[in-house]
């Protein structure tokens, strides 16, 4: 579970990081119109990432 909460993590903090640049730039970056959509999907990938982190974990 670890492994996915850093995957998750990174591409969110990533997309941030490409909305960011988008917003800069003021022009399609990577052919995405708004820089907003980048925030959307960060957005969903660190709710993945708080689900993860929330998981119970199996008892064994």
Do not use: R, S
């Amino acid at each position: 579970m670890k492994i996915l909460v850093w995957i998750f993590g990174i591409i969110a903090a990533i997309l941030m990081l490409f909305g960011l640049l988008d917003f800069l730039i003021q022009g399609p970056f990577l052919g995405v119109v708004h820089p907003a959509n980048y925030f959307h999907v960060a957005n969903a990938f660190l709710l993945f990432t708080i689900v993860f982190l929330l998981c119970p974990k199996e008892k064994k």
